[in-house]
């Protein structure tokens, strides 16, 4: 980019200490297990999964592959990670490695026959997951859960490994794509719930695939609306195939639909543009008795204003409407007016931490190109380099509640740990220095590009 000012070599620096960390997969796997075993029972903090992309080595061999580009000899641990991660392949994970070997294809070449086994197998894994839905819901009636449409284990994350499949030439990751953005468009419909008309990505708490919690907290049930587990998510996989070329009849007017309801619930104050990041039944149809929590700002990819901004910029370009492009930017924008140093998001990652925050920030900033949304990414790029911390097995960790003097965990992935902080800050030097465009993209898997 003409004019940017070089990357900090503060940034490039802590990159490389994140990646020695994290060279050695069964250094990697044993630190990880340590850490785990050390935390309180009481507390729920997902399992280390080896061959996923979000919490494993399939996510870690990514950032190897971006810094091959610098250097070819990292491509061995690149190599290695997908080779550890590959003996814990489930049928659930092999579009994570799909996409963590296709980025690797595109970049350097190679993986020729794991793609052509990994796109047919991905399919049927899909497949698998699109007839439980919608045989329930031809039984049962309407209702989710969200873990079934959700970036994080569902529907729009076996939606970016098909796009993938599609563009590898398998016809049926096209068809079957096809099949997936069928449902999405049907999510937008509206559906009639305890004699109301309501939005029809409305989440059931009885199914038993939704959250045990969320059956005190939502007992008539919800409508998600962050970028981890909401609404956001089925319109990101949308605007995403568009930008493809996927098309499929009512895909445009489901992602208006979805919009407007997200744009109607923007929350515009002194702190800023924010979401609510759940919408309780009651709230939703002005009936009163909610029991859902008042709203707090929050600026972080999963639930916050970063993740909802992107992808209500993603909906916006798709659409081709100024007005929702404008309001991303400026909501994206409005995080950089409020605090957000360390004490004020003391999480350091990508999934609600600075690095999420600073990823948007830096693909917005890209697209538009405006000055004040580089000026926040330039100083969150600073502030995340300087809390690299070297006396931690992996440089960050996750800390396990919002307090930075709290328990925290070492823990190395691309959703919570120190490789998506790492891949982040590439992300951005790549970005600052006008470096050409990487030809597959890693943060798809975050429904961020
Ligand atoms: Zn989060």
């Not at 049928?91 to 990994?118: C, E, M, P, R």
């Not at 981890?228 to 605007?239: V, Y």
């Not at 009651?282 to 700002?297: F, I, N, Q, R, Y």
Request: glycine share 10%; proline share 6%.
């Amino acid at each position: 980019m003409k004019g940017a000012p070089q990357a900090p070599s503060q940034v490039i620096c802590v990159v490389r200490a994140v990646a020695e960390r994290l060279r050695m997969p069964d250094d990697v796997d044993r630190l990880t297990q340590q850490s785990r075993a050390q935390v309180p029972a009481h507390i729920r903090f997902p399992h280390w999964h080896p061959a996923q992309l979000l919490l494993g080595h399939t996510g870690i061999a990514m950032l190897y592959t971006r810094l091959a580009l610098d250097d070819i000899d990292w491509a061995i641990a690149a190599h290695a990670h997908l080779a550890t991660a590959l003996r814990s392949a489930t049928v659930d994970t092999v579009g994570d490695l799909l996409h963590a070997a296709y980025l690797h294809s595109q970049i350097h070449g190679g993986y020729t026959k794991f793609l052509n086994d990994a796109a047919p197998a991905h399919v049927s894994a899909v497949r698998d997951l699109l007839n439980r839905i919608s045989q329930r819901l031809r039984t049962d009636g309407p209702g989710l859960a969200y873990a079934e449409y959700d970036v994080i284990s569902g529907l729009a994350r076996g939606g970016r490994g098909l796009i993938i499949g599609a563009s590898l030439g398998h016809a049926a990751s096209s068809s079957t794509l096809q099949d997936v953005l069928g449902l999405m468009v049907r999510m937008a419909r509206p559906i009639l719930v305890h004699g109301e008309q309501v939005p029809g990505w409305w989440t059931d708490p009885q199914l038993n695939a939704a959250p045990e919690a969320d059956r005190a907290a939502y007992p008539h049930g919800e409508f998600n609306l962050g970028i981890a587990h909401g609404i956001c998510g089925p319109m990101s996989l949308m605007a995403l195939a568009h930008r493809a070329g996927h098309r499929t009849p009512g895909m445009l007017d489901a992602i208006r639909t979805m919009a407007n309801w997200v744009m109607r619930k923007r929350i515009v104050g002194e702190q800023g543009t924010f979401w609510p990041g759940r919408v309780a039944f009651e709230d939703e149809t002005g009936k009163v008795g909610s029991t859902a929590p008042s709203v707090t700002p929050r600026s972080d990819w999963c639930y916050g204003t970063a993740g909802v901004a992107r992808a209500l910029y993603l909906a916006g370009r798709a659409l081709k409407d100024p007005m929702l492009t404008q309001v991303s930017v400026d909501a994206m924008r409005s995080i950089f007016q409020r605090p957000y140093g360390s004490a004020d998001i003391p999480d350091a990652t990508i999934c609600h931490g600075r690095a999420g925050v600073l990823l948007a920030a830096v693909r917005m900033a890209s697209d538009t190109g405006h000055p004040a949304l580089w000026e926040g990414a330039d100083q969150m790029a600073l502030q995340l380099a300087r809390s690299f911390d070297p006396t931690t097995a992996f440089g960050y960790r996750y800390l396990l509640s919002q307090n930075v003097n709290g328990p925290a965990v070492d823990e190395p992935g691309v959703l919570q740990g120190a490789a998506g902080v790492a891949l982040t800050l590439l992300s951005y030097t790549d970005a600052r220095s006008g470096a050409p465009p990487i030809p597959a993209t890693w943060d798809g898997a975050l429904l961020m590009g």
